[in-house]
């Protein structure tokens, strides 16, 4: 069954867009605060997606590759220092993916477009 290509809208969590995270050794992003019309239609595409009080229901991108981001009129952005809470729409395909018998589907993100961004900055104190 072909998978369908989805634009959701919602906020960026725990982005590491320039970088790989350090467990899963891929960049990554949760894109949460989904509609409830979201979940449905990743559900339908066989998507697990996940809750939490926090950033509501959501789902986690992965790739292999660095995740390019970009304005809303189209120029491309720096994809560091993209913080919690940033608004986005993303461009959404998947693929099926394996790891120790187990399958799923997997989101890719095709096209990451930021309407809102909160820059990430670390804050240190004395």
Known sequence: MEKPI???YGTIYWAFLDRTNDLSGKY???LGNLS????K???DAGVDVKHKDTQGYYIVYKSK?????YDKNGTELD?????NGSKAIVVTSFYETQFKKKSWIQPSPKKVVI???VRYTIVTGK
């Open 6 to 8: 989805l634009k959701l």
């Open 28 to 30: 990554m992003f949760d």
């Open 36 to 39: 409830d019309a979201a979940v």
């Open 41 to 43: 239609a990743l559900e």
């Open 65 to 69: 590759y660095p995740i390019e981001i």
């Open 79 to 83: 994809n560091s220092g993209v913080g």
């Open 115 to 117: 309407t809102e961004m």
